[in-house]
């Protein structure tokens, strides 16, 4: 019996808790209904509509909360909204001179014109979600009673568009790939050309070009585009559903070769080393013919020298067949250092002027011409001393050669005269 005693006590001691809290909770909280206003999310914002009843009794801080949640459009730097409000009282009395709505923190101010009706049209930033609702009004005589009122009332995201740039280093193209730059400046997102979700590339004409890469790059973003043929087409940058046009043109393609080309027994190359392109559109080089294979073989797309001696070398460049002569020329062999014998014969000296020469024998026993030499004279005067100069001497295979050469001012009569080739040029 106690136990059933104790626990009737215990639920009446919750029940008046219960009753406390929600006293507390009516008479501390302003008044908050949302049977009369009602919310509607439209697409760029929301919009309150409806009548409710203000009594200076129960909000004895002249302050009207309603409970509004809008999460909006979330940005690095704050949503702008654009706002249209209008409160209509029954009749002129009841009409407050002046209105306060905050939208959480951003003031929203409204003036009688005279009449029952406050009206106003104005703008605010925010950060983050719009929650609460507060409205004051101020009275030169505050009217007794319930006063009711109606609220219209529109909010729309006042959203600003991005700067969209693009931009090219060309206007007619006269190759196969180019690079495009855009640039994008939002509002509410730095850096945004950082998160290539947000946008997007594309050709007007895909039978003209095509984008194959896009890559952020300093501030901006870096557009390659392969292009397929001559015509013109427009790059198209979408952004948030926005889009930016930059117009182009692909030049014809033409297809140069030359009419001859040197080779030397033994070197490889390919047909395509010797074709050079101008305008969009890649190069297709099929089917190699040479008129001698003796002198010049293809396989595998390889163009040989085998032997001296000229050969027509043939191709098929984008259907149409091109022909260059090709010339193969007898490897000449680097000479050596020792192929190239060096003596003094003798030396001229001016005591006067003491400018001094030597009369040098060259002897070519290489296959190649000589062009330059850079050789070292040790010769003793008070003492051994080294004179290393380089010299233009031009002398072909097999030819000898004595040439007068300065080796600058010395002191007295030289003797002991020897001389090496340090080094040589040839051609």
């Keep these: 019996m106690k136990k059933k005693n104790s626990f009737i006590r215990k639920a009446a001691e919750y029940m008046a808790l219960l009753c406390s809290v929600a006293f507390a909770l009516l008479f501390f909280f302003p008044k908050q209904t949302e049977a009369a206003i009602t919310k509607q999310v439209t697409q760029s914002g929301f919009k309150l509509s409806g009548t409710e009843t203000w ?36 009749n002129k009395a009841q009409t407050p001179y002046y209105a306060s709505l905050y939208l959480d923190d951003n003031p929203i101010y409204l003036d009688s014109n005279g009449s029952n009706v ?4 104005t ?41 969209l740039t693009l931009s090219a280093p060309e206007s007619i193209y006269e190759k196969t790939t180019g690079t495009f730059l855009a640039f994008i400046e939002d509002p509410y997102y730095d850096s945004a050309w950082r998160d290539t979700s947000k946008y997007s590339f594309s050709i007007s004409d895909p039978s003209v070009a095509k984008v194959t890469g896009v890559t952020p790059n300093g501030g901006g973003v870096d557009i390659k585009v392969y292009f397929l043929k001559s015509g013109s087409a427009d790059l198209i940058m979408n952004y948030q559903g926005q889009t930016k046009k930059l117009g182009f043109s692909v ?7 030359p009419g001859a080309a040197t080779l030397k027994v033994g070197d490889s190359t390919t047909f395509a080393n010797y074709v050079t392109k101008n305008g ?16 010049v073989s293809v396989a595998g797309g390889f163009i040989t020298g085998k032997k001296p001696g000229t050969a027509r070398v043939s191709a098929l460049v984008n259907g149409k067949r091109r022909t260059i002569v090709f010339t193969v020329k007898k490897v000449v062999p680097k000479p050596s250092l020792k192929q190239l ?22 002897t070519n026993k290489s296959k190649s011409t000589i062009t330059k ?36 001012k010395l002191i007295t009569n030289p003797s002991n005269i020897k001389v090496k080739c340090l080094r040589l040029w040839y051609k």
């Design 55 to 90: 009594n200076y009794g129960d909000y004895s801080d002249e302050n009207y909360r309603y409970p509004i949640y809008y999460r909006g459009t979330q940005t690095e730097n704050g949503m702008d909204y654009k706002c249209k409000v209008s409160l209509t009282f029954a």
């Design 123 to 163: 703008s605010f930033t925010a950060e983050g979600s719009l929650n609460v609702l507060e409205i004051s009004f101020m009275y030169m005589d505050t009217p007794s009673g319930d006063i009711p009122f109606t609220i219209s009332m529109e909010v729309q995201e006042n959203r600003k568009k991005a700067d």
């Design 341 to 362: 014998q060096v003596k003094v014969k003798g030396y001229q000296y001016y005591p006067y002027s003491r400018k001094t020469y030597f009369q040098t024998r060259f």
């Design 251 to 257: 030049a014809k393609t033409v297809i140069y070769t």
């Design 118 to 121: 406050l009206y106003t049209e």
């Design 373 to 408: 030499v850079k050789l070292r004279f040790t010769v003793t005067l008070n003492e051994t001393m080294n004179v290393t100069k380089t010299y233009k001497v031009n002398l072909k295979p097999g030819k000898s050669r004595t040439m007068r050469l300065y080796a600058g």
């Design 280 to 295: 969009g559109g890649s190069v297709s080089i099929k089917k190699l013919k040479t008129s001698n294979k003796k002198i």
